[in-house]
């Protein structure tokens, strides 16, 4: 079983709306969680980092929340952009390996 | 932060022939990983790469077909051997870098189709 599992596995919004992701984890204990955009044919590149002990992590538009309690994650994106556009995906840092576990991600497509 | 170079961008090869991937890091670091991205799914490690060492491989991978090169600290190649169709996917490799928070870096990824 994925030890983090995002949802929704695709969305499709109207630019200038906004829109939330999900990320559901089971790695415990862990050191990170980070979110990462990954634009078509591009590494993916991050967005936010936060650790076990933070709350919530602004980039920009982008805003991550954490709640290690229940173990979830969202990412919130404002006012979408048509440059949006492109995979997000969680990722989690195992402490007792050190080794990052990445979810599926969520392809997100912005319209005009 | 770190700028990793990733080449070739994309290839396509036949059946049974390899493919050596190169990467080169704008800055000395101890460890290069090298993930598998097959279509609509999450990155798997392949294997961490040290320097002066072999590399380290994950579960499900082995050394005879993805061969890695660590020469120096800001370089590694990894080649895909006797290629098949299954091994159609994106390759990236990737860096940590400590800070607050440690923070991986990736290359823009190697897309390979074997026809």
């Known amino acids: 079983k994925n030890q983090v599992e995002q949802s929704p596995q695709s969305l499709i919004i109207l630019e200038g709306k906004n829109c939330t992701l999900q990320c559901n984890y089971t790695v415990s204990p862990f050191s990170n969680l980070r979110w990462y955009k990954q634009d078509t044919g591009r590494g993916p590149v991050s967005l936010t980092i936060m650790t076990f002990s933070e709350n919530t992590k602004s980039n920009g538009r982008y805003t991550a929340t954490l709640d290690a309690d229940t173990k979830q994650s969202s990412l919130h994106i404002t006012a979408s952009q048509l440059s949006d556009s492109a995979s997000y995906i969680c990722v989690v840092s195992d402490i007792n390996t050190g080794k990052l576990i990445f979810g599926q991600g969520t392809t997100l497509q912005v319209k005009p | 932060s770190a700028v990793i170079s990733q080449k070739p961008s994309r290839d396509i090869c036949q059946r049974g022939t390899s493919l050596t991937i190169q990467c080169q890091v704008d800055?000395?670091?101890?460890?290069m990983f090298w993930y598998r991205q097959q279509p609509g799914q999450s990155l798997t490690l392949i294997a961490t790469?040290?320097?002066?060492?072999?590399?380290?491989?994950e579960s499900g991978f082995v050394i005879d077909k993805f061969p890695i090169s660590r020469p120096n600290l800001t370089f590694s190649t990894l080649t895909v051997s006797n290629l098949s169709p299954e091994d159609s996917s994106i390759y990236l490799c990737?860096?940590?870098?400590?800070?607050?928070?440690?923070?991986?870096?990736f290359g823009q990824g190697t897309r390979l189709t074997v026809v």
């Open positions: 990737s860096v940590e870098v400590m800070g607050f928070a440690t923070e991986a870096f």
């Open positions: 800055s000395q670091v101890t460890m």
């Open positions: 790469a040290n320097q002066g060492s072999e590399a380290t491989y």
